[in-house]
């Protein structure tokens, strides 16, 4: 009960560094639109377009954490749970629709080359760092447990990096005229964010599909509980994983004998206990079977 509760804690520390991220982020948006409009650094304004997919993403990272601990009801017997996941899904996706459109305007630019205003650059790519440099420490504890707030820590991670770059090229231009610099970064900007949207999409996809959790291996599972006692076989497995934490295991098990309901609770416990010392496994689900068919075959199509 008392993990329980600390988790609970956690998860308001998040939402709270959450809300402030999201201001800073609003701040650093607007002044960097309009810097980077008077300063014509496409840099700029590719980091205030990622700035302004953060403050999105933060808005439904937000938003999403909030729902997700809504209580269980007759109509949403799980609750929300899947909620912080959708999020990461669709702030995965938007990341890598952002880069993309990111890569065209920059190969753009470099064939077209336009003077910039590297002041202005400077200065506002200092203010990006020190915004967005805060936000990331406020949520980094929670993106190591959480993948609805790490895809919002990697947002704005990886706009800490891209105002690094723009800093970069504005010194670039100031002391060396070198414009298409500008240009190579936002290049390279959204290179980098295609990849760390790409694992994000991945990850919480598979969470959607309903996929085994890529560390669980059935067979090996398979395998430690047909080792038990009076156990001849198990079928049927399904397991998944509901979101960040918890996962959820369903299987048929067939008896050598007819045994009797309070030895199958007894079993039952050390199946439980086998599955979450071992595989992290929280939710265990066990259909017991004596003298059907025979299976062999591990996962069968209902």
Same mark, same amino acid.
């Given at each position: 009960m008392s993990h329980h509760h600390h988790h609970h804690h956690h998860h308001l520390g998040d939402e709270k560094n959450l809300l402030i991220s999201i201001v800073l982020n609003v701040l650093i948006t607007l002044t960097q639109i309009i810097g980077?409009?008077?300063?014509?650094?496409l840099a700029l304004i590719s980091d205030a377009v990622h700035n302004f997919s953060d403050v999105v993403s933060l808005v439904i990272s937000y938003i999403a954490s909030k729902v997700s601990k809504q209580k269980a009801s #007759?109509?949403?017997t799980f609750g929300n749970k899947?909620?912080?996941? #959708?999020?990461?899904?669709?702030n995965a996706s938007s990341l890598i629709v952002l880069a993309l459109i990111l890569i065209i305007e920059a190969i753009k630019r470099i064939q !077209?080359?336009?003077?910039?205003?590297? !002041?202005?650059v400077i200065w506002l790519?200092?203010?990006?760092?020190l915004f967005n440099g805060f936000s990331v420490l406020l949520l980094q504890k929670g993106s190591h447990s959480n993948m609805n707030i790490k895809s919002a820590y990697l947002h704005l991670l990886s706009d800490m990096m891209a105002s690094v770059a723009v800093l970069f090229g504005g010194l670039l231009i100031k002391y060396f005229d070198i414009y298409w610099v500008d240009s190579a970064l936002t290049f390279g900007i959204g290179v980098y964010l295609i990849k760390m949207g790409f694992d994000l999409l991945k990850s919480s996809f598979n969470v959607l599909m309903l996929f085994t959790p890529e560390d669980i291996k059935i067979k090996t599972i398979?395998?430690?509980?047909?080792?038990?006692?009076?156990i001849t076989n198990i079928h049927h497995v399904h397991v998944w994983q509901l979101n960040d934490h918890d996962i959820h295991l369903e299987a048929h098990i067939t008896f050598s004998h007819n045994i009797q309901l309070s030895e199958f609770d007894n079993i039952l416990k050390e199946?439980?206990?086998? #599955?979450?010392?071992?595989?992290?496994?929280?939710?265990?689900n066990i259909q017991p079977e004596f003298n059907k068919c025979n299976h062999s075959e591990i996962i069968v199509q209902h």
């Open positions: 980077g409009f008077f300063a014509g650094s #007759l109509k949403k899947r909620a912080e996941i #959708l999020a990461a899904f669709i !077209n080359p336009e003077p910039i205003n590297a !002041n202005i790519a200092l203010l990006g760092i398979v395998k430690e509980i047909e080792s038990i006692e009076s199946i439980e206990l086998l #599955l979450h010392d071992k595989f992290s496994i929280h939710h265990v």
